[in-house]
């Protein structure tokens, strides 16, 4: 079966990259070690495939890699070492009102994000009345997005990409911010989406909702893949893990799981 | 690497939505935004005017005419420059969903001031002709394209240059700041060139920015494309396309990350 995302045996490190100031380059000293990250790998031998039509998860503490993770299958960041391969559209949700410009509309904003998503005006223009009604914004829609509650951005964006021609969607913990209502809507629409042969790959600290929408996952500690399998066991391990870390009876590191 | 799927035409409605947005931003004002963007320059112009014509004396006929001509193309130029090479930093969210085709973000600074440049027209045109006695000529229906199509080619690679620089090196912003008006005295732009002496002609002549704003003082004051000149522009924003090319493919990659 033909995998809709692989990866395989991914590293990735920030340390070489810091911007150099003209200070450094002149005086030739080394360029700082960039001390955003404790560790000298964002990520290390990460793998895993998610096949067509497939919801896959990844969960993991605050610092783990995730987000790291998901630009790497977006393509904005390069990896260091390992392969990555797509096949099929991508459409991201990767912070919440990114690429959204607080002046414009609502409805301004849809067509911009659109286009930043690869997709023709013209097929945006086919989809708008869709996408306004799932979003529940009426009016609103019409109003510059800095008038918008965090609720309202995450509205637009996510009725923006699931009406979007993608194959794959890359989510971010953006759903958080919706509630309760528009959480179950999301996650309906998701089914279907997967039932039209998308597939979805959602970081998330909700373990609720990871469970529900997802089959598999992985769960990421410092930068490694220490838990796989189906989302509901990867889940709650994770949730007994950070409860006895909680307690103090174990020490959650990635050496435990490897 | 994996990048969401575009084709030209695509990136061209995405220019032309990116574009659209500044203009309403610039202009929202309808006639009085229009009005103050141009009193901007023709106010610029003016201080450049009472600065050298009245104070310092300068000796040359239609010195108004000779400073609107090539005000209007250089602050194309200038901000053109300095707003691509913010243009990565600014919008790091967009640059992070775009994957490569971030490389459209420059060259819509560069179209962004085109089009307030070609809507400056009319108003540049008439000033030549009423307070110059120029002719307008018919001509110019075809070598004005030709023209704005040269300041693009010239213009894009150095704002895609320095965008993709300043990601790195973020003292170049500041460095531009001083740099252009630099670039601008060291141009025959305020001055004539006949004012400088003899000798150091030749210098002058290789400043490829001079090329492309004598060109189109030429065209607006002599109403005839200077084609030597041109040429060398020309010459000269191919080598900037290589040159630029190499650094992307160099700096590129990681702009998502460093943004």
Redesign the interface.
């Known amino acids: 079966m033909t995998h809709a995302v692989l990866c395989e045996d991914l590293w990735k490190t920030?340390q070489r990259?810091r911007?150099?100031?003209?200070k450094s380059?002149l005086l030739g000293a080394d360029p700082p070690r960039d001390t955003r990250f404790a560790r000298e790998w964002a990520l290390a031998e990460v793998g895993f495939q998610v096949p067509r039509g497939r919801s896959f998860g990844v969960i993991g503490p605050n610092g783990s890699g995730k987000t790291t993770l998901l630009?790497i299958?977006?393509?904005?960041?390069?990896e260091d070492r390992g392969r990555?391969?797509?096949s099929g559209?991508?459409?991201?949700l990767?912070?919440l009102?990114?690429?959204f410009?607080g002046?414009?509309t609502g409805r301004?904003n849809v067509?911009?994000f659109g286009?930043?998503?690869?997709?023709?005006?013209a097929e945006i223009r086919r989809r708008f009345e869709n996408i306004a009604e799932f979003s529940e914004l009426e009016g609103a829609i019409e109003q510059p997005l800095r008038t918008y509650s965090a609720g309202m951005i995450a509205r637009l964006g996510f009725s923006t990409i699931i009406h979007s021609p993608a194959d794959i969607l890359l989510i971010d913990e953006v759903l958080a911010v919706g509630d309760a209502s528009f959480q179950a809507k999301c996650h309906r629409a998701l089914r279907e989406f997967r039932a039209r042969g998308g597939t979805l790959i959602i970081v998330s600290h909700n373990m609720k909702e990871v469970t529900e929408v997802c089959d598999e996952g992985i769960c990421l500690d410092l930068g490694r893949v220490v838990d796989a399998g189906p989302m509901a066991g990867v889940a709650a391990r994770y949730q007994e893990r950070m409860a006895a870390a909680e307690s103090g009876k174990i020490k959650a590191s990635a050496h435990a799981y490897r | 690497m994996p990048t969401v799927k575009r084709s030209l035409r695509q990136l061209a409605e995405f220019l032309y939505l990116l574009a659209r947005q500044e203009l309403k931003a610039r202009y929202k004002g309808r006639v009085l935004g229009y009005v103050w963007a141009l009193a901007h320059t023709f106010a610029l112009a003016f201080v450049y005017w009472i600065a050298f014509k009245i104070i310092m004396r300068l000796d040359m006929p239609n010195y108004s005419v000779y400073l609107i001509a090539g005000m209007f193309p250089w602050v194309w130029l200038s901000v053109g420059v300095t707003g691509a090479t913010r243009s990565f930093v600014v919008n790091a969210p967009l640059v992070k969903e775009m994957g490569l085709a971030h490389a459209i973000l420059p060259l819509s600074n560069v179209v962004q001031e085109m089009v307030h440049f070609i809507l400056a027209l009319p108003v540049v045109i008439a000033w030549v002709v009423l307070a110059g006695g120029y002719d307008a000529a018919v001509s110019w229906l075809w070598q004005i394209p030709l023209m704005l199509a040269l300041q693009v080619a010239f213009v894009y690679p150095l704002a895609l240059a320095f965008a993709l620089i300043n990601v790195y090196v973020r003292e170049i912003e500041p460095l531009l700041g001083i740099g252009f008006p630099l670039l601008f005295f060291a141009t025959p732009m305020v001055y004539p060139i006949s004012i400088v002496p003899e000798p150091l002609h030749q210098y002058f002549e290789l400043n490829p920015f001079h090329a492309l704003m004598e060109s189109w003082r030429s065209l607006f004051m002599a109403g005839a494309l200077d084609l030597p000149r041109i040429a060398y522009a020309a010459g000269f924003a191919v080598a900037a396309g290589a040159v630029t090319w190499l650094l992307y493919r160099k700096l590129a990659p990681r702009v998502g990350e460093l943004v």
């Not at chain 1, 911007?19 to 003209?22: R, S, W």
Request: glycine residues 12%; without cysteine; charged residues 15%.
């Open positions: 920030y990259h911007p150099l100031g003209v380059l630009s299958l977006l393509g904005t960041v390069q990555v391969s797509l559209r991508v459409a991201p990767l912070e009102g990114a690429g410009h002046d414009l301004e067509f911009l286009s930043i998503l690869g997709v023709r005006l």
